[in-house]
């Protein structure tokens, strides 16, 4: 079975521009949860979506939106871009969401912000 | 105060040997899940190993354990016959219940792990 996908793998944009990074679960799995992880630090958590319903936000500012479809895959948009947006962005998974369910990783998307 | 904290920015052990990376939390939930994952330069997150707050035995999963002691609030990894391949990042993470209103991962600052011949 295909683990979670990413797209694209990489990604060079300006500051001020937008940018969309995309994410398909692992078949089966119904959560979907966005961490960014800038250089040298553990990830962060973004967003977590659930049966198409925004479960939990993180500390991160409104230009970040998220959303999930009914095939479960998930975008991560980001408006207005700044330098320090430039991290890992990686996508994960899981059954149900809960405290005791395992997530797994996509490989990420690298966005550097010129 | 941090929710996770590994205090060992690198560590080196010798190829075949064991080795310990720490780990300690803190929460107020009853229920809650640790993980460990590992992260290799090409960046994807591997997930090694689970212990649920409930669980009385250690977790185990081939080469790795979890060394969960609840009261003193750690979760330490071992890695017992050390290879090459297990050159890389650590980090710990947990995922609190429903308290929270959210079950999101919190991660620690990681543990570069560096396997020597």
């Known amino acids: 079975d295909a683990g979670v996908t990413q797209s694209p793998t990489h990604l060079i944009k300006t500051r001020g521009q937008h940018v969309t990074l995309r994410c398909s679960p692992i078949?089966?799995?119904?959560?979907v949860s966005w961490y960014q992880q800038v250089l040298g630090q553990g990830p962060q958590f973004i967003f977590q979506y659930y049966e198409k319903e925004e479960r939990g936000r993180g500390n991160f500012p409104d230009r970040f939106s998220a959303r999930q479809f009914p095939n479960y895959s998930s975008e991560l948009n980001v408006n207005a871009l700044l330098l320090g947006d430039s991290a890992l962005y990686l996508c994960a998974s899981s059954s149900r969401g809960t405290e005791r369910d395992t997530q797994y990783f996509g490989p990420g998307t690298r966005l550097t912000v010129l | 105060a941090q929710k996770i904290t590994q205090t060992q920015p690198g560590m080196f052990v010798q190829e075949k040997e064991a080795v310990t990376l720490d780990c300690t939390y803190d929460t107020s939930d009853q229920s809650y899940g640790l993980f460990w994952y590992k992260q290799p330069s090409s960046g994807e997150m591997i997930f090694l190993i689970y212990q649920g707050s409930y669980d009385e035995q250690n977790a185990t999963e081939g080469r790795y354990s979890l060394n969960f002691q609840k009261a003193r609030k750690s979760a330490n990894l071992v890695i017992s016959a050390s290879q090459l391949g297990d050159s890389a990042m650590y980090f710990c993470a947990m995922r609190e219940g429903p308290g929270t209103g959210r079950r999101a991962l919190t991660f620690g600052s990681g543990t570069r792990l560096q396997v020597q011949p």
């Open positions: 078949s089966g799995h119904k959560s």
